[in-house]
């Protein structure tokens, strides 16, 4: 494949960085975008480039909630020698996020072949799209919103943690989209389903965006698209992760869902019609 430029670096990094952590699938924008540039989706350098540049939006996570971070690993360590301390929720939960993450590494890496090849056609995108549409639609329609973050137990954790593997395997569902209303199924409310998004967010993507570093830059591309994208996905991603905060705490997801129908609709009418290649 021809080299990602700086140009297209520039233009991942921002779709990056506003879909990461919106419940409109950032792995389905992405394709979508570099079907338009007329980049291979699944060209393995490209697969790559993208989970790289995810590792941005990543550190936009750690910035933001760094306080709440501090404190839990403060507990998580603390705990490690004290019993007692073992038995508060920060020490807790710390260890559900490691938990949670598990399943979705494990099928991540038994499943790779297919995520980077078949899994990977616009065709999926499309479908995905509309199918976490109607799992949002679901979860906030009938999701009670009657617990807060201190109620979260590993029950809930490990749920939304395994329901990641939804958006690995079909991208376009979202995997913040697919963890929020999995907690919102689990009666969370919108602010505690949100945040706990973020927190599992932290240890997936960072592991894949390391994970994909040696084939991004072994299959041609450079380092500075790389520096580019990946400084503008945080820089747009902290952005993001403000807004998306303020605005679950008053608002439904309706608008997502309406937009995600929009989109995938769209794009299997661009499919169909040749109009954008698979």
């Avoid at 593997?165 to 389903?193: E, K, N, Q, Y």
């Amino acid at each position: 494949m021809s080299a990602i430029s700086v140009g297209q670096a520039l233009v991942l990094g921002v779709v990056e960085g506003v879909t990461e952590f919106l419940p409109i699938s950032s792995t389905g924008h992405l394709k979508i975008a570099e079907g338009v540039m007329g980049l291979p989706v699944d060209d393995r350098s490209v697969v790559a480039f993208t989970a790289v540049i995810q590792v941005g939006a990543i550190g936009a996570v750690l910035v933001y909630f760094f306080t709440d971070i501090r404190r839990l690993a403060t507990a998580w360590v603390h705990g490690l020698t004290d019993r007692e301390l073992r038995q508060h929720h920060e020490f807790r939960f710390a260890c559900w996020i490691f938990y949670a993450t598990l399943p979705v590494v494990a099928v991540g890496l038994a499943a790779k072949s297919l995520i980077d090849g078949p899994l990977a056609s616009l065709w999926i995108v499309a479908g995905s799209l509309l199918a976490g549409s109607a799992f949002m639609w679901f979860a906030d329609r009938f999701g009670r919103r009657k617990r807060g973050e201190d109620d979260i137990d590993l029950t809930d954790a490990m749920a939304v943690g395994s329901s990641q593997i939804l958006a690995l395997l079909f991208p376009g569902f979202s995997r913040s989209g697919a963890t929020m209303s999995t907690a919102l199924v689990r009666d969370l409310d919108r602010v505690a389903a949100t945040r706990l998004s973020f927190f599992l967010s932290i240890p997936a993507l960072t592991g894949a965006g390391l994970y994909e570093l040696k084939d991004a830059v072994g299959g041609g591309v450079s380092i500075l698209p790389l520096v580019v994208g990946t400084v503008v996905s945080f820089a747009v991603a902290y952005a993001s992760i403000a807004w998306l905060l303020r605005y679950v705490a008053r608002h439904s997801f309706d608008v997502f869902v309406a937009y995600r129908i929009v989109v995938g609709l769209a794009l299997f009418g661009l499919l169909a019609t040749g109009a954008l290649a698979a």
